[in-house]
């Protein structure tokens, strides 16, 4: 006799369990009917939750764990930023100056990836001994660019301190500085208005305002300094030197000859500075590029109080350089005031160098801490622009700016009233949004 068992019942349902048959296990599920919760199990389950919130270690927790999730996140998007942004910087080599500019540099290639050049180009050849006017590559074929800064965003500002009310380090992407010296622009740019430029010559200056000019910068009238401002193809400026044939020769700034040869070079970079009355020490530059210290020159512009105090101090070397400086020396200075005369070569620079490409001038009291060609494209080439001015890192104001050179007791006060008056007459507004994309009226110490 044979039979099959029907299961053991189980349940409140009077479902049966299921026994293999024929050695399968056949199995049925039921549907579950959920009962919805009832108002009042709701209600205590959000006294529970309420309950639990309002103690004070619980709800801590909670912070401290939100807290901890937003920091995961935030230093995962930084770190895969600049993983981003260190990986395309050697990922990629030279781009060819002669076609990449910054106008155009959206349509133009960067080339090929390193690991795939090397393997084209031979064991004859390094990528060293590369330069980038002698690498020849065609626009068509080649990848299109992307900027390896495309993608650099601005970490977190830290937190005020006020015991540290200085200027903090500013966080700037700075390409390779082989990439930075192929982004050089080629040709040099062109004034779409100016054509004919030159400067005014006066063996005599006669003074013809009661106030301003100087035997070195002759005496320009109000008129003539305002119709400077009106800018036309042809036009005559004072711009210093008024003396003598050529600036540093008879002119009140007087440079020896053989220095005044050596600034007569032609030089697509070079780098300028100035310590007069011996105020300062000299800084030597940080993080200088091979390609740089060959190809850029570094000079260092002194009276004969800061030569003589170099000689003394046994830091002037036989070549007449401190370290990267070449110390040029300045005679017959026309000011009596120090920092007037470091002005002469600051703001003048294109007419003592009048065969350079691009000046980048640093005052006597920093430290050039990054490669010249690098600072040159990040805020030169980069936004294709004909020069750029440090602004100061606390004040904006031109009227803020005197005040506080009052309150140091910097200058005397009525020359500073004198000043501020000017400006108020020539119609110099207090600095607003207004005066955008200016961003400040008040530079620094480095241009």
Not at 302 to 317: A, G, I
Request: proline share 8%.
């Amino acid at each position: 006799m044979t039979g099959a068992s029907l299961g053991l019942r189980t349940g409140s349902y009077g479902s049966l369990q299921q026994q293999p048959q024929n050695g399968i296990l056949h199995i049925y599920t039921t549907p579950t009917v959920m009962r919805k919760p009832t108002s009042r199990e709701k209600e205590k389950v959000r006294s529970f939750f309420c309950r639990c919130f309002a103690r004070r270690k619980v709800a801590m927790l909670l912070l401290f764990a939100l807290a901890l999730l937003l920091f995961v996140i935030s230093s995962f998007i930084l770190n895969k930023e600049s993983t981003n942004v260190n990986i395309t910087q050697h990922a990629h080599i030279i781009v060819p100056s002669n076609w990449w500019t910054p106008s155009n540099s959206e349509n133009i290639p960067l080339v090929e990836d390193i690991s795939k050049t090397n393997t084209d180009r031979g064991s004859g050849e390094s990528e060293a001994g590369i330069h980038p006017k002698n690498l020849t590559a065609d626009p068509k074929n080649a990848i299109p660019f992307v900027h390896p800064c495309a993608n650099f965003a601005f970490p977190p500002p830290p937190p005020l301190n006020p015991k540290r009310i200085g200027p903090r380090p500013c966080p700037v992407c700075y390409l390779p500085v082989e990439l930075a010296v192929a982004s050089m622009p080629s040709l040099p740019s062109t004034s779409p208005v100016v054509h004919n430029l030159t400067y005014v010559v006066d063996e005599n200056p006669i003074r013809t305002e009661p106030y301003g000019g100087s035997e070195f910068g002759g005496y320009p009238s109000v008129k003539q300094r305002t119709d400077s401002y009106d800018i036309k193809e042809s036009m005559m400026v004072h711009c210093g030197f008024v003396k003598g044939s050529k600036p540093g020769y008879q002119t009140g700034f007087d440079i020896d000859e053989v220095d005044l040869m050596e600034l007569q070079q032609f030089h697509d970079v070079i780098v300028a500075s100035a310590i007069f009355g011996n105020y300062d020490i000299i800084q030597q530059p940080k993080n200088i590029s091979e390609l740089a210290r060959k190809n850029v020159p570094f000079y260092m512009f002194v009276d004969e109080e800061t030569h003589t105090y170099l000689k003394n101090s046994s830091y002037l070397e036989s070549s007449n350089k401190v370290g990267l400086w070449r110390i040029i020396v300045v005679h017959n200075i026309p000011y009596t005031d120090s920092r007037r005369n470091g002005k002469i070569p600051k703001l003048l620079l294109h007419r003592i160098f009048p065969n350079i490409r691009y000046s980048i001038w640093i005052d006597g009291k920093l430290q050039l801490v990054v490669d010249p060609y690098q600072i040159l494209e990040r805020f030169l080439w980069r936004q294709n622009a004909t020069f750029a001015i440090s602004r100061h890192y606390k004040r904006y104001d031109v009227f803020e700016e005197a005040e506080a050179n009052r309150a140091a007791g910097k200058y005397d006060n009525a020359s500073i009233d004198r000043q501020i008056e000017f400006y108020r007459k020539e119609g110099l507004k207090p600095y607003s949004m207004a005066k955008l994309p200016i961003t400040s009226d008040v530079p620094e110490g480095i241009s």
